[in-house]
């Protein structure tokens, strides 16, 4: 069986703490870093900017998986390739272009994603489909950690599983929100090959053997 990427999300961890969780995922079957932005606007919490990812590209080789809950998507995507991480994704519902910020992400080199709020369609993402590299299902509304995973996801992902097979789309299928060990078995079931995980992972004594149990 194909294994999970497990994306740990440090929107939760406190910042006196950060280097030390993150050299801790370095070291842990964790092989990606999500990095949640948020804009007090598409969403109501403000978390990091691209200066704390710079910082963090100092010290860690991680792959930086950038998600982006702002409803500056252009002006966001820009300020972020210059931080230089692996991919950005950003949400479907915040912009009225978004092959042209694909464009922009895919012409610095970087991997493109796509996201989806739990209301929006799999359908909705159809000229998408050939573009991007990622699709990023959510799996609670995006704001905050700590949330209840939406069971209806799943469908989603079947969906989405279901469409690349019958069409041989390259995209990968990424779940956030709410995973926690039990969900993780069921995700990946239904077809996911990257998890994001904040509060399971950090909130477990041994963050190691959290990830694995994730996988
Ligand atoms: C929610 C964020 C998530 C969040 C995940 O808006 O996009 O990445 O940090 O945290 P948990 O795993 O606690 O739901
Ligand atoms: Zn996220």
Redesign the pocket.
């Known amino acids: 069986m194909k294994k999970m990427i497990i994306s740990p ?4 961890v406190k910042e006196d703490e950060l280097k030390e969780k993150i050299k801790i995922i370095e070291k842990s079957a964790g092989k990606w870093l ?1 990095f ?1 932005v ?1 804009d007090g606007k598409f ?1 109501p ?1 403000v978390s990091f900017d691209s200066s704390l990812l710079k910082s963090i590209k100092e010290y860690s080789k991680l792959f930086m998986d950038v ?1 982006l ?1 702002v409803e500056d998507v252009e002006g966001q995507v820009n300020e972020f390739i210059k931080a230089g991480p692996d991919l950005i994704s950003f949400h479907f519902e915040a912009t009225q272009y978004p092959i042209r910020s694909i464009n922009n992400i895919h012409r610095a080199g970087l991997k493109a994603g796509i ?1 989806i709020k739990p209301e929006t369609k799999v359908n909705q993402l159809k000229d998408l489909f050939d573009y991007v590299d990622v699709i990023l299902v ?10 209840k ?1 939406i069971k209806s996801t799943l469908k989603k992902i079947e969906k989405l599983n279901y469409l690349r097979e019958k069409e041989n789309y390259k995209y990968l299928i990424q779940v ?5 060990n039990v969900n993780a078995k069921l995700c990946k079931e239904a077809g996911a090959d990257i998890l ?7 909130k477990s004594k041994n963050i190691n053997k959290a990830i694995k149990s994730l996988m």
Do not use: K, R, T
């Open positions: 999300s440090i929107l939760d999500h949640d948020m969403v919490n998600h809950m996201v959510m799996a609670v509304e995006p704001g905050m950690g700590g949330q995973f956030d929100g709410g995973i926690n994001v995980s904040g509060s399971y992972i950090f």
